[in-house]
């Protein structure tokens, strides 16, 4: 599976694109920055044009789209002007950087950031998404407001976790990381995301999505032991490896208790126990069985 759609509401909202020479559409939308493989202006000379229209202190979230060359050249123009015309961002709540598709650049060649500087530049964020990992950079912080925190990608190196753990984030609500595949930037074990989720205090989420992770039958096996787990209302394991083990665990995990969803798209488990997992009392997503190749099981998303 490759993402081949972009985005089309965030935070609640619209989104819309701006482009070069393009008129800002008013209204409550969310404008998302994008940019072409070859197109000429800069990050920064794109950015200008949008406040031209726009007022800063109006956006309360910002969608930064595929921008020129990303498989060479991350989004440093972009990021680097909003830390500088911070103080006109008065209302930025949410911002998520590198919604583009497969077209515009593999997800695996999205190259990123260093995102502290922009995290200690708004206190007042409350969701963060990023999309890609290479050249990803981030060490622990603190960060009194952020709500949603969400990576997606096809590799998740386990420095970026472990960065997590050393966080504080008492207003986490929602954390989505997607763990991927060994062959394109995972290195992380079932060890790496317990000590990321005891650092956490997971008892404060509501959702938790583990997703796209070759390791999604130990995470299961895991989870399905923790008491936390019952103050969730919705656990992600989608698009990764679940098969019978998995879902054997959670059919039979004593804290369930009031959750409300359980997302297990693109898995390996079996009829039997999709039917048990069926019979659980909250829905479980059960759309796209994956089948095995030459006895090897993959996640959904990886290059």
């Known amino acids: 599976m490759a993402i081949g759609e972009y985005s089309q509401f965030y935070r609640g909202k619209r989104i819309v694109n ?6 800002a559409e008013g209204g409550d939308v969310v404008y998302r920055l994008h940019q ?7 990050q920064g000379e794109l950015f200008a044009e949008l406040l031209a229209q726009v007022p800063p202190a109006s956006i309360e ?3 930064i789209g595929p921008w020129s060359e990303a498989h060479d050249e991350g989004p440093t123009g972009y990021l680097d002007a909003l830390i500088e015309r911070r103080a ?3 209302a930025l709540k ?3 950087v590198g919604d583009m598709t497969y077209e515009d650049c593999e997800i695996s060649w999205i190259i990123q950031a260093a995102y502290n500087p922009l995290l200690a530049a708004y206190p007042q964020l409350e969701s963060l998404r990023i999309r890609g990992s290479s050249n990803l950079e981030l060490q622990a912080f603190d960060h009194a407001q952020l709500q949603e925190l969400a990576i997606e990608c096809g590799g998740l190196p386990s420095k970026i976790a472990d960065a997590l753990a050393g966080s504080k984030l008492p207003a986490l609500r929602h954390l989505e990381l997607w763990l991927g595949s060994d062959e394109y930037g995972f290195d992380g074990s079932l060890d790496t995301y317990q000590r990321l989720l005891a650092s956490l205090q997971p008892g404060q989420l509501r959702y938790l999505g583990l997703r796209n992770a070759s390791i999604a039958d130990e995470l299961a096996v895991w989870l399905a032991q923790q008491p936390w787990l019952a103050t969730l209302q919705t656990l992600d394991l989608s698009l990764g490896t679940i098969g019978d083990v998995g879902a054997q665990a959670l059919c039979e995990s004593p804290h369930l208790g009031s959750i ?3 997302d297990l798209s693109h898995h390996y488990i079996s009829p039997e126990w999709q039917a048990k997992l069926a019979a659980l009392p909250c829905t479980v997503v059960l759309e796209e069985q994956a089948e095995e190749y030459e006895g090897e099981r993959y996640v959904a998303v990886a290059e």
């Open 260 to 262: 409300e969803r359980i």
């Open 18 to 23: 701006f482009s070069q020479g393009g008129q």
């Open 88 to 90: 006109e961002f008065g």
């Open 94 to 96: 949410g911002l998520f």
């Open 36 to 42: 072409d493989y070859d197109s000429q202006e800069s």
């Open 61 to 63: 979230a910002l969608v």
